[in-house]
């Protein structure tokens, strides 16, 4: 099945480097093959606050230098205190700046795309308010997007994570009521698979208008490299080429397992991956 994806459609993303320093985690990456890399925005990589950018000139400077392209900005949102569904006054101010520090990144890498999600809302209240919030929010971020000629790629959380957009008819439902033509939708593989879904769904509910994916492997919940889990690599591959699909596949490998060889993991990832190419 060669001859289906390009060789800088791979991406990788530096999660697994938690005890590895900026510059191991690019040039593991490119040892690995990876031509392209998608930034994760949070330490110890990136330390950024609602303040802005620490040591920005040397991050930019490190990222450039390493040769690899940066194909999509992912600001660590998943943790809090940052997300898009957050209440408060103050609170949302603070988390605009934030994300407003991740578009202006992403510009200055010369970046064309920026991931996001639903963010969540509290379990003790209201979900349809939550929702409100973050539709609203994730208007005003596509506008301040747009500004800067950035898209941006909207991916499902699994449940545990939110209780907003967690499931692909959820996905469908969300960006239908934002209405904003600077969003579009991405796969992650994880979520996708925890939820029940497959991938040939995905593209038949959106089609051409997915943007990019986090392509993992998994059983199915982990975020694991390609031969570690239990999905079907073939067959994604085989939904891929059907669908004329030219996106970026990040490798979003989160997996505590890896943290202490993420180069090796990367590698293996990689290697799975070429025999596609």
Known sequence: MNGIIRPDQPAGMGIIYHYFSLEYMLQAQKKAGYESIELYCAAPHVQMTAEGVAEKEYLLKTVKDSGLKVICVTPDNCMGPW?????GKETIEQCRRYFRHTLELAAELDCPRVACHSGWGMKDQPMEEAWKRSLDFMDWYCEEAKKMGILLVMESLRAAETNLVNSLPLLQKYLSELG?????????TCAMAVAGEDIAEWFEAFGSSIAHMHFVD????FHLAWGD???SLDHYMQVIKDNGYTGYLTQELTDGRYYDDPAAADAQTYAALRKYM
């Open 218 to 221: 998994g059983t199915p919940y």
């Open 229 to 231: 889990g239990d999905r």
């Open 180 to 188: 904003n033509d600077n969003i579009r939708p991405m796969i992650d």
């Open 83 to 87: 997300q898009y569904a957050a209440s």
